[in-house]
């Protein structure tokens, strides 16, 4: 046993007995991970005491972690809508204990009361005794969402009748937290997403329907089933927010979670889905509606992407299989969001054969690293999950590889790209503001091709880049479409950039 983990059952079996009343030798029995979530470091939990009698329970227990792009605000927030719907038609975790303090575990933590007999898992829709009632399972899961969204947050208590907006102001609540996640993400010099802000500003949709609950993150895994169909519990609240009840049903049928065989959910198909939740609701959601949240949707999800990016790459994120989650994710995202924006297609060149010489040495060492982890290490391993997450580890390290050996050249050749942008737009802007900054950045020089030079050069480029975008989008000229055009595929072909390295991930 890990010398944290028996801290962590030390902390607990403190926590227990001082919160419990008349407890005495109390013993936590049981304490065990469950891998793979991006919100929580989640354990099943095991104590026993004497009071009265003898005791054992079952538990859930969800500790915050130090970092993670998926991280809500605070615990309170979860109990409070734990505790809001009890009583609803929708089955929401019981609190046994909690606290939004770091004193007791190391960080804020909720210990749930466990659901037995259900499983939650993606898998076990295609085995028996669930694969019979696969459909059932879905006929309850969006009917569930349409009990949800069905529900009164003013009756409820989560907000006061004073503060409830005007049904045309909906969105903006959406609006706000794609701007939230984007100041987590500190992204603000990447020109795709202020672009898609700028677009969700410009195209707000209609009206809402009513103010609802949204869950956040409704989608197979996030909930537990039997072998009757039943959804006995759904879990995963941390990313719950008030809004347009459309969000939800958008994201539970996404791409995303699909099936081969296009099976919203990996349920049912995508139109019985919607039916079923129009049913229920006897609400409508218009197209426009629909696009708007699929294109906030993605902008959420590609901000906390940036941020579990950079987390994992500085030694501060979770594990593997997490960051592999959310790369599967981006790698879906790109084409919906050169969809939603009509980005044109990519248009990289070749990048040279002659590698920097440290960059390809080093990059050699990793991709015999990555070989090793792809290969015999996992033939040793029985475990399916250690297996999984050491494959995804090789994956890692070849992309780690990649951008040793590529990422002087990358930058080298997006920086001309805008470069070029810039110096065809001098003319236009010859005078003002924006002329002045594109005047600076051209002349400014990166002192050196240094990695780190290159990319201060970035950002710098990007950032008026950006600038220079505002200034013509709305430019009614041939000038302004010319330049438009131009901007866009720069764009576009800064995100191939970044996701290119990771098409070995495609598949796993």
């Known amino acids: 046993m890990s010398s944290e983990k028996m801290k ?25 991970q469950i891998l793979g979530g991006a919100s929580r470091m989640t354990y ?14 079952r538990a859930v227990l969800r500790m915050m972690p130090g970092t993670g792009g998926f991280s809500s605000d605070n615990v309170a927030k979860e109990v409070r809508i734990f505790e809001a719907l009890q009583g609803t038609p929708v089955p929401a975790p019981r609190t046994l204990f909690w606290s939004d303090e770091s004193r007791w575990l190391g960080s804020p933590f909720v210990i749930m009361e466990q659901v037995e007999g259900c499983e939650s898992s993606l898998k076990g829709f295609l085995q028996e005794p ?36 005007a049904l045309e102001e909906v969105w903006r609540l959406e609006l706000e937290y794609v701007e939230y996640h984007h100041r987590l993400s500190a992204c603000f010099n990447k020109p795709v997403f202020e672009m898609l802000i700028r677009w969700l500003k410009k195209n707000p949709p209609p009206p809402a329907t009513k103010l609802s609950i949204v869950h956040g993150d409704y989608r197979s895994g996030n909930f537990l089933y039997n072998a009757k169909g039943e ?30 065989e296009g099976n919203a959910g990996r349920l049912m198909p995508v139109g019985d889905a919607i039916a079923i939740w129009e049913k229920t609701t006897g609400f409508k ?12 949707y993605y902008a959420i999800a590609s ?18 299989l997490t960051y592999f989650y959310t790369l599967v994710g981006l790698m879906a995202y790109v084409p919906h ?34 070989k090793r982890y792809l290969g015999e290490y996992q033939q040793t391993i029985a475990d399916k999950n250690t297996a999984r997450t050491l494959a995804i580890d090789g994956l890692t390290l070849k992309v780690i590889a990649d951008r040793f050996e590529n990422t002087a050249n990358n930058y080298v050749e997006e920086n ?56 013509v989008e709305n430019g009614g000229s041939d000038t302004a479409r010319r330049l438009e055009a131009d901007i866009r595929q720069v764009i576009s072909n800064q995100c191939e950039r970044v996701v290119l390295p990771y098409s070995p991930f495609i598949g796993l």
């Open 416 to 471: 001309q790209e805008i470069e070029e942008v810039l110096g065809d737009a001098r003319e236009t802007f010859a005078s003002g503001l924006l002329a002045a900054e594109i005047e600076a950045v051209l002349e400014e020089k990166p002192p050196s091709f240094r990695v780190s030079d290159l990319v201060r050069r970035n950002m710098k480029l990007c950032e008026t880049l950006i600038a220079l975008h505002i200034a």
């Open 8 to 32: 962590l059952e030390q902390r607990l079996q403190e926590y227990l007995t001082a919160h419990i009343p008349c407890a005495q030798d109390l013993v936590v029995e049981r304490l065990e």
């Open 44 to 57: 099943f939990l095991g104590y026993r005491y004497r009071s009265d009698g003898d005791h054992y329970c």
């Open 231 to 260: 959804i006995p519990l759904m879990m995963d609240w941390e990313l719950w927010r008030l809004g347009d009840p459309a969000i939800d049903l958008v994201f539970s049928v996404l791409p995303n979670f699909q099936d081969a």
């Open 285 to 296: 959601v218009s197209q426009t509606s629909w696009n708007w949240y699929e294109a906030a």
């Open 303 to 320: 901000s906390i992407w940036v941020r579990m990016r950079n987390e994992y790459f500085a030694g501060d994120g979770r594990e593997s």
């Open 130 to 165: 669930y694969l019979s009632v696969r459909r059932r399972i879905g006929e309850n899961f969006w009917t569930m969402l349409g009990e949800l969204a069905k529900l009164d947050p003013v009756a409820l208590g989560l907000i006061e009748p004073e503060s409830v907006p």
């Open 337 to 370: 969001i050169r969809r939603i924006l009509n980005l044109p297609p990519p248009s990289l060149k070749p990048l040279p054969d002659a590698s920097h010489g440290n960059g390809e040495r080093i990059s050699n060492f990793l991709v015999l690293a990555s």
